[in-house]
């Protein structure tokens, strides 16, 4: 099990960043996911890359929430001009495909996954559904609109309608 976990690290590694948008707390999802899929039982009717990403998904949805729960618990206009700086460097710091980065950024969370998932990790269709527990056909949608998007959004003057 160890040594299959290992095999999936970059790929996993690379989920996290996608979904996280920042390197940082891409490594620190990294790990909670590893820790998790060290610990407990791969449940029997799932693959291995299926649980692996559903698992490193399902954290990143909970960090999300508990952050903005954070966030809004925060009522000094002081505190949130610090986190609003500090995402803003976070997002432009080290990133190497900055237009993208920011692009895949403002994506909705589903569109990002689905995108990460099958043009960055090269993912089926199947496998990709799998992961994110909904139809094939809702992942060739998402990643349709996902596509379209991003292709607006970096080439603006060349717009695209599906």
Known sequence: MKEEVTELVPSLRKFAFSL?????????LLQNTIEKLLTKPLPQD??????AFRVCRNLWIDEYRAQKVRTSAAVSPELQAKN?????????GGITLKQVSKAMGELPPEQRE????????GMSYSDASEVLEVPAEAIKSRLARARSKLSNMLNPQQEVVL
Do not use: K
């Open 46 to 51: 799932a693959t291995l890359m299926a649980w």
């Open 114 to 121: 689905t995108l990460s998932l099958i043009a960055i990790q």
């Open 20 to 28: 996280t948008g920042n390197i940082h707390d891409a490594d620190d």
């Open 84 to 92: 609003e700086a500090h995402l803003d460097e976070a997002l432009s």
